[in-house]
Structure formats: structure tokens, C-alpha cells
């Protein structure tokens, strides 16, 4: 399996709260992803990078910041949190000479 | 924008049987990839195949083999033989190069009855 955790594993917060989650790999891939699952629509891009400071929004990414300021961290922070980003929050990662993402154990984030 | 559409939100099987999940998707390109990930009860995303779309020999792992039909953007999977740990959500997703990000189907959740 490749080397990625995720913390926290869960969190449970209250509206407005600023949440940070962490990704942290430890195979050296350029690539790295953040998503979101929320039942009845799969999992949908939130943001990603593929290099230190390079990020590109995904199809969800309104009231989501990330920050890569070292190959083996991904922060995904959301300034304030709402309840409508309750939801189970994924990363992958992925080498340039390879297709495949591996995903870590996943978040689940409660906004109460 | 590429879509994935999984048209079976619950599928079951007995044991031992062979089941198979289907999975469209809409694409202008002519070169990507395609994958099935598994989902278990522990939420971990397990992938079980892909299929690069240049290749015309449909992909195979073990019990697990796809039915990729490039004109009709179609890419079923087949699970032969099926055992109760395959009971999970089943995730097809699709990519238009290498390292863009995915696009996910919104699954197909499989029991498999004893």
C-alpha cells in the first residue's frame, strides 16, 4: 500500500470553525489530490497539486483553500466551516510515470 | 466535460455466482484511463482494475475482468465467483492523461448473499 495518512481521522466541529485537514505521503509523488464523498454522488475533486506551490481548483472548491509547501504535505483548509461540508474527504496521490491514484484512509468531517 | 455514469445503485449476487456492474462514460478523447475501485465498510478506496483505452485486450485480475467497448464507452466489470468479502461499494472512474485528476461514478453498492 502506499504510504499516505490522513489527519485527523475524524473531527467533529461547529459552524464557522476553521478546519485544517493533512495529507502526508511518504513516496515522493508529485501529485496530490483532495476529494470529497458524499452519498449519491461518488467521490468529486476538491483541489489539487501537481508540485510544491502549484494547485489548481476542482469541480467543488468554493470554500476550500489548500497549501503545499513541501512534497509530502497537502493541507486543505476550510476558513469556515459549514454544515453543508460534512462529508468523508479523501487525498490520493500519483507519480507522473504512472496512471493510478492511491488513496488514503479518509476524514470524516462532522459541521454541526 | 467527461462524465461517469453507474445506472445500478444496488446490485446483489450469491456466493459463487458472477455478477456484473456496468459503467458509461462521455468523453471527446481518444487516449485515457479507465478504473474500478472498491469501497469496503472500512471507507479505504481498493483498486481492483484498470484499463488503458489504447489497448484493446480487455483487463483481468484474478476473478475480476472488465468488458471495455471503446465506441460504445462502455466499461463493465465482472466479478466471477463472487465471495462474501466483495460486498463493498464499487466506484468506476475514468482520466483523460496521465496525473489529471479522476472523475468518479457515483457507485454501485454490492451485497453478496451466502
Known amino acids: 500500500d502506499a504510504g499516505i495518512t490522513q489527519s485527523p481521522r475524524h473531527k467533529v466541529t461547529e459552524t464557522g470553525t476553521p478546519v485544517t485537514l493533512r495529507c502526508h505521503q511518504t513516496?515522493?509523488?508529485?501529485?496530490m489530490y483532495w476529494y470529497r464523498q458524499d452519498p449519491g454522488h461518488g467521490l468529486r475533486l476538491i483541489h489539487y497539486?501537481?508540485?510544491?506551490?502549484?494547485?489548481d481548483k476542482g469541480e467543488v472548491s468554493d470554500g476550500y483553500s489548500v497549501s503545499r509547501s513541501k512534497t509530502e504535505d497537502f493541507l486543505l483548509t476550510l476558513e469556515s466551516a459549514t454544515s453543508s461540508q460534512t462529508s468523508v474527504y479523501f487525498c490520493?496521490?500519483?507519480?507522473?510515470?504512472?496512471?493510478?491514484?492511491?488513496f488514503g484512509p479518509g476524514t470524516r468531517l462532522t459541521v454541526l | 466535460a467527461q462524465t461517469v455514469t453507474q445506472s445500478q445503485p444496488e446490485m446483489s449476487v450469491q456466493e459463487a455466482e458472477t455478477v456484473t456492474l456496468s459503467c458509461t462514460y462521455d468523453?471527446?478523447?481518444?487516449?485515457?484511463?479507465l478504473f474500478w475501485y472498491k469501497q469496503p465498510p472500512s471507507r479505504q478506496m481498493i483498486l481492483v482494475i484498470r484499463?488503458?483505452?489504447?489497448?484493446?485486450q480487455n483487463a483481468t485480475e484474478n476473478r475480476f475482468s472488465v468488458n471495455f467497448q471503446k465506441a460504445a464507452k462502455s466499461f463493465s466489470l465482472k466479478i466471477s465467483d463472487s465471495q462474501l468479502g466483495d460486498a463493498a461499494m464499487y466506484f468506476c472512474?475514468?482520466?483523460?492523461?496521465?496525473?489529471?485528476?479522476?472523475?468518479f461514478g457515483k457507485g454501485t453498492r454490492l451485497s453478496v448473499i451466502a
Open positions: 490520493a496521490i500519483s507519480e507522473h510515470s504512472s496512471d493510478t491514484q492511491y
Open positions: 513516496e515522493n509523488h508529485r501529485y
Open positions: 497539486s501537481y508540485g510544491v506551490k502549484d494547485t
Open positions: 468523453t471527446s478523447e481518444s487516449d485515457y484511463y
Open positions: 484499463q488503458e483505452a489504447y489497448k484493446q
Open positions: 472512474a475514468y482520466r483523460s492523461a496521465r496525473n489529471t485528476p479522476l472523475v
